[in-house]
């Protein structure tokens, strides 16, 4: 057989698939972000459509006959054509599983939820919501039967965002960091040291505030010929190959930091999406590897060089020109501000030490939702009875509580792990980096993110998916997940804000 | 048969063709309007990637099924069935005579001259855009090959846009049209009325002329909830369906009427496609009736209600509450400055009267370039000598003569006569209005537009494509098209404006 040949008619046929899938993209981009309210219903029946199109190109006939002409050629193949088979053979094998039909009602069900959660969400109205959350949950739970699983239900959730995760790995590794950041919460509970945000507080022109995220974005080195920035009610990434990567944010006029680090999280993701290799093109390779690989990127933008002492000072001084009040702020003041501990309802604004009990909250409730332990009737109050007990708050309602976020709606059980994970990865990665460029944070203070951005380019960013998670973390690190460089991390930083001995 | 089952199944493959349409024009909208630079030609494989799609759905055996079990019964059928099975055989019999291949080839080149024009207006570059254009010329000769044509071959391309409507008949119409305007154009040049249009230059903030343009939107009646208004180099209308109606324009900062009148113009062809009636979905029916019966509506709006005397006053006090100059401006000088007649270079910014010359020589130059007449390298020459013979102007660059326009770059050839055929239908209309609703232009001054928006919706735009243009206008007014109503409306307006005896 001659591979090269029979791969340039793969990637013809998996750049048919990327073509339509871009269409599905846009199509959901815009719903979220500029769809009209009347056009709801047609839109779900146009996603319904093209995804029932896409369900026929991954489990064609044609894919079938290129798994089973390939396969025995797999010693004979380079990294990339292996992997690209490799792909292409698990969607092939998930997609299969599941009745067409099923699938297609699905995916009119998940839009109509994204929909009447952004509604429910405005106007505090959580009964609206759950019977679309009902059917997604219920759509979950029939998918689950088709693919089977081992052990807890939830772990093939899992595994769909970070392959060979399980429950019993993940209890483990969470243990460990509730236990480490309970800790480090209790000692600053007992430091006399007071914090003031009200300088993040007043009146913050939104068109500014845009001017900044922009500048922001484009020191980052994200490239807006080939990405944009736009509003959206839950910020998010997404996008059509690596030439059009599009971020959206959520400006507030009487607060500076939430579109801020939202629009350098998701820039976090841009970056990553933008960097992935031309190379990878039509293999299905060209996205992150996982995403706690990606949210290893953009948590690692937004809290260890956003909320870093060196860019917080120089992101002071660019924030004078935008906002002059900052002239009375000093840069310790506006550090201290932005790394303010403390305890609250909403997860995208958490702090970055409590951050991480806002995922395990979510993940305990996920895991009991799936197995059916608890039912949406009691959702709100299971939810508020974990904020109370792990975070000593209780949410005032439910837009602030249990519908504060947009990935129940969109089925992305199994999605919300990937940020904690995403912060240990980030740890981990940042202590090899430290390693490798000792002098990187003086350049960041220096508003020069060059260096970084192409060490994460060539480290992370240019490979896509053609390495597992795994095989990322231990190329780059030499070490497989753990949580001790994060949970380090976090006490060396929050341990000198608060003025606490090691 | 048992007609009404086989129609919901015809129904329900129409609604698929319709969903991927639907997904077509938001990638179509969004390349204008949202994409980054860098995604043109990814872009562009995703529309020749959904257009084969599309190419295969219009010409399957089962379309062809339909027809042939449907045709016997023609005589059994309502009127909306027998004109929803018309279409589908229409759009079967000529999609089925262009190989596949071409098509798709046509939908690339298309996209990429569309990005191509909209560079090469800005840098004034026509050499970069020729290579482009002749590809989308060349396409449209080899698909009047495939289509056939009787006499001249540009007929097949006017039949696209206005079915029946020949060369022969638009020659003696056109002809009749440019006399009636000539002799106007030549009284107004002998007249001494001096009308200042300064008062319409100055600065004007581009979000209150957003705001501005909303404000006119409303009024007339336009519902924002099933409809947007966005930006683009060069104004236009999309929609999927009548709940997703997208509009754009264009502001000028120096400049008042450029993108009102824009917005004005775009928001009648919106109005349009949402008026049309819930009961036309999945039938292929829910869109205008032609494109000149769309800019009979579009052109209505800007020009007979838009620039009226009775309108504009409405208008000036609206403006002052956004732009107080306008304060030191009266209602007459406000009048005539939207009115003053003034060849000009660019078709889009032309004055009512001298407007369907530019249109006459777009024609004129079409007709030449379809048959061969004219090469590419003329081109430029023969449009800036045709705007001295017709205008009286010649273009100072090629930004503002051969490359104003989007139309070619999209392969629209064919589609300029509907925008002076507009011009007639509309005058036809409004004489009818004017008859049955004697009080409709006090109304217009009171700023109430909303019977004018009812008698529209229920004469002509809930009908669809249920009726051909030629049906629409002989129901609405008892007469064919003719163009003695606009001549007419011309005469008495500009002559009692330049105080001319008639």
Chains 1, 2 share one sequence.
């Not at 339509?20 to 769809?35: C, F, P, Q, Y």
């Not at 996205?287 to 990606?294: D, K, L, R, T």
């Not at 990187?440 to 060059?450: A, F, Q």
Request: glycine letters at 6%.
């Amino acid at each position: 057989m001659d591979l090269e040949k029979k791969f340039e008619e793969v990637k013809g046929y998996i750049g048919q698939i990327e073509y339509l899938t871009h269409a599905i993209v846009l199509v959901d981009w815009d719903m979220r972000t500029n769809m009209p309210v009347k056009a709801g219903e047609s839109r779900s029946k146009v996603l319904e459509y093209l995804s029932s199109q896409l369900f026929d190109m991954t489990t064609s006939t044609k894919v079938k006959t290129f798994i089973e002409e390939l396969s025995p050629y797999k010693d004979n193949m380079s990294l990339v054509q292996r992997r690209t088979l490799e792909e292409l053979e698990k969607n092939y094998n998930e997609t299969m599983k599941i009745p067409a039909d099923r699938y297609i009602a699905s995916v009119g069900a998940t839009s109509r939820a994204q929909i009447a959660w952004e509604k429910a969400k405005e106007e505090n109205d959580y009964e609206s919501f759950k019977p679309h959350l009902q059917k997604v949950i219920d759509f979950s739970r029939e998918f689950i039967g088709y693919w089977g699983y081992e052990g807890d239900k939830y772990n093939t959730l899992l595994d769909k965002y970070e392959r060979g995760l399980t429950v019993e790995k993940l209890d483990k590794v969470f243990g460990e960091l509730r236990d480490g950041i309970v800790e480090i919460l209790e000692n600053i509970k007992k430091s006399e040291k007071i914090i003031d945000t009200n300088i993040l507080k007043g009146n913050f022109d939104t068109s500014k505030q845009k001017d900044l995220s922009l500048c922001i974005l484009q020191k980052m080195g994200f490239d807006l010929e080939a990405g944009r920035l736009d509003v959206s009610v839950h910020p998010f990434t997404t996008n059509m190959g690596n030439k059009d990567v599009r971020l959206t944010t959520n400006y507030h006029k009487d607060e500076f930091t939430s579109a801020l680090f939202s629009t350098i999280h998701e820039g976090g993701h841009g970056i990553y999406e933008q960097n992935i290799s031309d190379d990878l093109e039509n293999t299905g390779l060209n996205s992150g590897a996982s995403m706690a690989i990606h949210e290893s990127q953009s948590r690692f933008y937004e809290n260890i060089v956003g909320r870093s002492k060196d860019f917080t000072t120089y992101l002071l001084n660019l924030s004078r020109k935008y906002f002059e009040d900052f002239n009375k702020v000093s840069s310790e003041e506006f550090y201290e501000a932005m790394n303010k501990v403390e305890p609250s309802f909403i997860r995208t604004e958490a702090d970055e030490l409590t951050y991480s009990l806002h995922i395990i909250i979510r993940y305990e409730l996920e895991k009991d939702l799936i197995n059916g332990r608890i039912s949406l009737d009691q959702l709100p109050s299971e939810w508020n009875k974990k904020y109370k007990e792990y975070l000593g708050v209780e949410p005032t309602s439910n837009t602030v509580g249990v519908l504060q976020d947009v990935h129940w709606s969109a089925s992305l059980f199994g999605y919300f792990p990937s940020y904690a994970l995403g912060n240990l990865y980030g740890a981990q990665i940042y202590n090899t980096l430290l390693k490798e460029k000792p002098e990187i944070m003086k350049e960041i203070g220096e508003g020069n993110l060059r260096n970084l951005h192409s060490w994460l380019k060539e480290n992370v960013h240019k490979f896509g998916s053609l390495y597992t998670p795994a095989e990322i973390i231990e190329r780059v690190t030499g070490e497989e997940l753990n949580s001790k460089y994060f949970i380090n991390y976090l006490k060396d930083k929050y341990y000198n804000i608060y003025n606490i001995n090691k």
